[in-house]
């Protein structure tokens, strides 16, 4: 799976965990081993081809990447960012943070996070506003379980 054939998946699918499976939402690991992984993707004879192609959907502008579903790195394509401004306060603001790694100046991955709604771009803060409520609970009927269990 190349870099372009991931950003395909996740807006596909919406919302996509990097490693994890939940419910509805797909692993994007599991879509580049072709096969559902048991345990830790790094010991999969892809693990490379995971490594780069979750690293480069990270740095798309037009996925969020956050850990919205169960802490897990995931990511979410920008077509549902008004979606989840629209029902943000049915998640924690942790799970809405935008994280980025970062390598400091010691060589060591760092995460950074961005508040929500610090990273939300005025062109989905103003779509999210003509969203009624029913409306984006439907687009993000991937996450209703999530939702559900964070009332």
Do not use: Y
Request: proline share 5%; hydrophobic share 50%; glycine share 4%.
């Amino acid at each position: 799976m190349t870099s372009a054939q991931a950003l395909d998946f996740v807006e596909r699918h919406g919302v996509v965990c990097e490693s994890a499976r939940r419910g509805a939402i797909a692993s994007l690991a599991d879509a580049i081993a072709g096969e559902t992984l048991s345990g830790n993707w790094w010991s999969h004879p892809k693990s490379k081809a995971i490594f780069a192609v979750t690293r480069a959907l990270r740095e798309s502008p037009r996925v969020l990447v956050c850990r919205l579903v169960d802490g897990k790195i995931s990511f979410v394509h920008e077509r549902l960012w008004p979606a989840l401004v629209r029902v943000a306060d049915r998640f924690s603001p942790k799970q809405l943070a935008r994280v980025h790694e970062v390598h400091s100046a010691s060589g060591k991955h760092v995460i950074e996070a961005t508040p929500f709604p610090e990273w939300v771009p005025a062109k989905a803060a103003a779509a999210a506003k003509r969203l009624t409520q029913q409306q984006a609970l439907q687009e993000l009927a991937m996450l209703l379980p999530l939702m559900i269990a964070n009332t």
